[in-house]
Structure formats: C-alpha cells, structure tokens
C-alpha cells in the first residue's frame, strides 16, 4: 500500500463519516515476534498527519495462515504481539484506539473435515485460550469469524435451514465460555467477520434475497446472546458484497439498512403465538423449528419517514416455511397495540431474486442515487399480522414497554 492509498482510505473514511478500524501485517517478523518497524513508520506519519483511527487488528485468521502462506504462529506468541503492539499504540498517542483480536476461525471444527485446522495439535479453541492467556489486558474485545457454509457448494435451502442457525447458538456458548473462563475481566465478544457462506459468498444466492434469511438470524441470535458488534463480509466484493459490481444495493443490504433504523440495542425476551395454515392449533414458543422471532427495543432516531415513540418494541420474524403463510398474533401487553409492518420479500418469483420488495413495492434507489423514505405499513388492530412462505419483516408495536422508556 502506498502513502497515497493511505491518505485516499482516511480522506475516504472522513468523508462518509465512517470510524476506521486497520489490521496490521503479523506475517512481519523477527523470527519468532512480531516486527513493529513498518507499524511504527506508520503511526509516526499519522501522528504527522492527524489521523484518528478507531480500532486496530494484527493480523487475520492466525489458526489457518500457515494453509495460505506456510507460516505458523503459536498462540501464546501471537498473545504477546498484541502486548506490544498495545504499547506502541500508546506511545504514539492512540491510548483511545481499541485493540481487538486474535480474529480466529472455525472456533468450533467439524472433526471429520476440518482436522487440517489444527495447528501443532491445538484445536481453534485451544488456539483462543492459549492467545487468551498470554495477551494480558492489551486488547479490548475479543474477536472471532463464524460462517454457516462453504459457498462453493451451499444451496437455497441451506439459506433456510433451522439446523445451521441453531449451531451458530452452540459456537457462541463454547466460544464464550472459553472468554469467560480467561477474560472475566472483559468478556467483550465480537463477530470479527462474518456472512452465511465463505469463499466469496454463494453465487446467486449470497447476493439475492435468499442470503437474507441467515444474515438476519445470525443479527438476532448474536445479539441475544451477548454479542454486541458485527462485522459484515462485506461491504463490497464477492458474491456476499452489500452492494454490487453495479454499485446498487443488493436485497441483503436493504435488510441491514431497514434494521439499522428499526432495531435498537436493548434485547427482549417476547412470548409470540403463531399459528400455520396447515393447522387449527396454536403453537405457543418463541422460535418454532421454522418460525424464528426476535423482539429489541425500537431505534427511535428513524430515517424511514416515520418517528417512533419510546417504548415502541421492534418484532423480527423469519418464516422458513416453504409453503405455509404463518399468522402471528400478539398477545399479553402487546395486545391491541398499533402495529406498523416492514414486510420484506422477494420481487420475483423466488428467493434467488436479486431485487426486493417492502411492503409489495420494489426497493430502489431514487434518481439521485439516494436511498429513499420506507414507511411501514399501518396493520389493523385486533387481526393477525400475515406472512407469506419463504419471507422476513419487522413489525414496530407501539407498545409503551417500560424496558424501552
């Protein structure tokens, strides 16, 4: 990268409003420890320039680099990089900048295909804690990778598969167990980099209104389980980019925008009756084996074109069936409250649609470029609110919840 680059990044950066967090280079090394010469050079031409960068990395996927450079870092060494990294990040007067690390991946393996993960006979896991013990207090969370499947061989039905969902529960558990056990003292988790599939996303899927079913579970279980950052694999390129080649928003990004405006950081714990079409008879849980729902206080600061009160309660729903329209029907205090709909499906025939639509119009960009105003569409009181097969939506209760005051 050259001092151009360099500036055009942060110039960039500052120009969108965006916070910056770089990953520098591991693979520099005096034999066995991290060289800190060019990461030095570097600080020392920000300090000039006045850059503020928010969060600082070394290196990625350090349990899997030696299958993509023939190199091996050891755990413990890696731990202490990051000590002296930190302290060459306080030198030169980024004291307020975060550290985070170690970014593994594959925290959980497949021990049937995915034995060549193991570095020196250490499991990812083993990796994490070893790292965990010898990195002291240098960094501020803890970061980690987790993909769902491999995109050269996912197909559509993977995208809507219950089981995969629920294994992203299980890595979080064992993952953060391990946090607990050596970091009590900062159990600050974060998803690192993250997506359904990994090599690139899946072609047409990753990239079409499919690729939303596992993103929008995985934002609701991380945030129910203590997990408050994500990282999005990514912002541009490959098949899993939220926007595309063309520079237009894909279907993926038009759920993380509306999710964005409508989802707040504060998780609730909401009991929804649903009720299919196959059958008369109610099915009282909170996440059925096709039916996921998640509930978090409203984000008050809307851009959608509406504003929403405190207390208003946000309802996400995930319908994995691929026949059945669901009705849901709310109850307890969310009884015969105002409800405002973000239906969300695809503008086609499929979910291999490229384009979607909110609320049976079709999102685009307006003539300018500029994303346009979403309303939510008011429901009437005292009916159930219906979704088709093979979609997901946010429903917004005006709710007066006391947890949302």
Sequence with gaps: MSVSDWDNINTFAADVGWDMLFDLNMLLRNRTSWDPTNARALLKYNTKKGYRIAGWELG??????????????HSYQLGKDFVTLRKLLDQYGYQDSFLIGPDITKPVLNKALDVEDDIMGQSPLEFLRSFLKFCGNSTYATTWHSYSLDGRVATAD?????????????EIKQVHDVIRRYRPFLPKSWLGETAGAYGGGAPGLSNAYAGGFLWLD????SAASGIDLIFRQTFYGGRYGLIGKDLK???????????????GPIVLNVNVSITTDASSSDVTDRTPTHIRAYAHCTYNLTRLGSSYSNGSVTLFVLNLQKSNHINLTLGGDLRDKSVDQYLLAPHGENITSTTVNLNGRKLKLTGRDTIPFLHG????????ISMPPLTYGFYVIDANATACQ
């Design 377 to 384: 569409q008011p429901l009437a009181k005292d009916t159930p």
């Design 60 to 73: 990625n996927e350090p349990n899997h680099i030696r299958h993509h450079s023939n190199v091996t870092i």
């Design 218 to 221: 995985k934002l609701g279980v």
């Design 249 to 263: 928003p894909t279907p993926v990004y038009w759920l993380s925008f509306v999710y964005k405006q409508l989802v």
């Design 158 to 170: 993977n995208f809507t598969d219950p089981g995969l969902m629920n294994d992203l529960k299980k």
